[in-house]
């Protein structure tokens, strides 16, 4: 789309970006308030993360959540890239139709029922509730994200380098690790990157499916917001907010300079 | 890609297929499908003092006939008292209508930005997807959180309005259906925002030139031919915002008032204050029900866009 950026546009998209980004950068603000009262400025003052550092249960909790971000994660890259390729490369076997539709419904299935389902089933085979339920529970929900992430890249692969890698000696998997693997490779990072998000951010499917011991930082920050906002969450917050930020613009800095860099190498050819 | 002898070749070695397939397939049906189906039943059971807290329980060593007897015991009892009270009929109708009203102010909001970002220049576009995407990838409940602060009746917002002098009173805007649709226009905005840019930014604006060159109004070329084009991505983001708002627990709970009735909440204290599972079961089914139709929309509409990028 071309044409004139009309000052009707331009407004728009500040006022857009204004909403988006005001209560962040409040809340970022306050943070460094050295009042309790978080509506009233009385300094700045950095003793809030002070104070956060010390509390255990807040530190064991973040803890918690760092460990079954990674585990989850990771193991949900590897079984939302599997699903990809079945996805994408095996049009027929049976039940397909089952197949994608248990890919996609996670993605829009309120969290209450996600949660409280596999709450159930932790219940009905008396599996002891904590870490690895809820590291179970955010695999489930979050492989399916990775599989439309991956799938995406996937369909535009060129099969016929995977074919070319087979005719010259290399076993499928082989072809599929050395050729089609560093294709897609940018996409399975992006999946891994969103699934440990996701799970960093659940608050509704880990409170069904934790158990005594482990509390997440989602978990821990809602019991305490329920008794009112205090500068310590504030703290918290801003410091989630700037590792996600710094992750977000690197990766997409790596992307562009990843980009201009092919761009090139295709010039220069 | 459609046809299966090039699938069989390309896919490779059968044990390399099978594990694709296999693996995930499995991994769903013991914690997708196997979990709902386990809804299903409980839903059918009556609460009881025990735990787990609810009846009948299934016993399959006890052998078959003391199976038949706990089957007979399921009964519909739950879906029935759900129907006749008044406040779960409430919660249902005014989870829709608090999530049709967000939808429709997050499109008001959604649509002005995503057109202004589509008509950017071009070196700025990447910038400003960035900017919409970020919020996305920051935790929703520190998102939510933030406008606490912002809507307490000491909050930043009514100190600004006396400030400039347009309120003498602190307005009550926490706690209010008013506060949920703030909250959820806020939260759900980059969903409506990224599907819209996509199908704006494909557009070919000399077809806008060409209503105008021919006698269409501005409005008119707008409203026939952008509004047209982008209906695609209107759906998807009306869908994609309408879905998870229907269920909503996090926003409701925070910043809604007692009197704020969304399903997601309901079954949240069904379960966790009431210990009622059995009915917080068949509360989750009603709800899923109410979804069944914009879900299967949402589906039809990504297998359609996988077929196109095909």
């Known amino acids: 789309m071309s044409g004139r950026w009309s000052w009707f546009n331009i407004t728009s998209v500040v006022i857009g970006f204004a909403f988006l980004y005001i209560p962040i950068v409040l809340l970022v603000i306050y943070s460094f308030n050295e009042s309790r009262l978080v509506t009233v400025w009385a300094g700045f003052s950095t003793k809030w993360y002070v104070e956060m550092l010390g509390n255990e249960g807040l530190m064991d909790a973040a803890w918690v959540t760092i460990r079954v971000a990674l585990a989850a994660a990771t193991v949900a890259t590897v079984l939302g890239t599997l699903a990809a390729i079945a996805l994408v490369r095996h049009t027929r076997f049976f039940g397909r139709t089952l197949f994608t539709g248990m890919v996609y419904a996670p993605l829009v299935m309120p969290e209450v029922i996600t949660g409280l389902s596999l709450l159930l089933l932790f219940v009905s085979i008396d599996m002891d509730r904590g870490f690895w339920t809820v590291t179970l529970a955010h695999i489930t929900f979050s492989m399916c994200f990775v599989a439309v992430v991956v799938q995406s890249r996937l369909v535009s692969f060129d099969m016929a380098l995977e074919e070319a890698a087979q005719d010259l000696g290399c076993t499928p998997m082989q072809a599929f690790v050395k050729v089609t693997l560093p294709v897609i490779f940018p996409a399975v990072l992006a999946g891994w990157m969103l699934a440990f998000t996701l799970s960093l951010d659940d608050l509704v499917i880990a409170s069904f499916t934790s158990g005594p011991g482990a509390t997440t930082l989602p978990m821990k920050i809602y019991s305490q917001v329920r008794l009112g906002v205090t500068p310590e969450i504030n703290a918290v917050s801003t410091i989630l907010i700037g590792l996600v930020a710094i992750g977000v613009i690197t990766a997409t800095l790596v992307n562009k300079r990843r980009m201009v860099a092919d761009a090139r190498a295709a010039a220069a050819r | ?310």
């Open chain 2, 1 to 310: 890609m459609a046809q299966p002898e090039q699938a069989n070749r390309t896919g490779g070695s059968e044990a390399f297929r099978r594990i694709a397939i296999v693996v995930p397939y499995l991994w769903l049906l013991a914690l997708f499908l196997l979990p709902f189906l386990i809804v299903f039943r409980i839903s059918l059971s009556e609460p009881v003092l025990a735990m787990p807290p609810y009846a009948p329980q299934f016993d399959w060593s006890a052998g078959w006939q003391e199976f038949l007897e706990a089957l007979s015991q399921l009964s519909p009892a739950n879906y029935l008292w759900l129907a006749e009270d008044a406040l779960y009929r409430n919660a249902y109708l005014s989870s829709l209508r608090i999530a049709l009203i967000s939808t429709a102010l997050t499109l008001l909001i959604g649509f002005p930005l995503a057109y202004g970002m589509a008509r950017a220049p071009e070196r700025l576009r990447p910038i400003l997807l960035m900017l919409v995407i970020l919020p996305f990838w920051t935790s929703f409940l520190i998102r939510v959180y933030a406008w606490i602060g912002i809507l307490k009746p000491e909050g930043l917002l009514n100190q600004f309005l006396m400030w400039i002098g347009v309120i003498g009173e602190p307005l009550t805007i926490l706690n209010t259906d008013t506060a949920v649709y703030i909250g959820i226009v806020y939260s759900y905005l980059p969903f409506m925002v990224l599907p819209i840019y996509a199908t704006l930014e494909r557009m070919d604006h000399s077809l806008v030139e060409a209503a105008l060159d021919l006698g269409c109004t501005a409005f008119g070329a707008f409203w026939k031919v952008t509004a047209r084009l982008a209906l695609p991505g209107i759906a998807a983001g009306c869908l994609l915002v309408f879905i998870p708002a229907v269920g909503e627990f996090v926003i409701p709970d925070l910043l809604g008032g007692t009197e704020t009735l969304m399903i997601g909440r309901t079954l949240w204290i069904e379960f966790f204050a009431n210990r009622d599972w059995p009915v917080a079961s068949a509360v989750a089914i009603l709800l899923l029900l109410l979804l069944v139709v914009p879900i299967v929309l949402f589906q039809n509409a990504q297998a359609r866009a996988q077929e196109k990028a095909k």
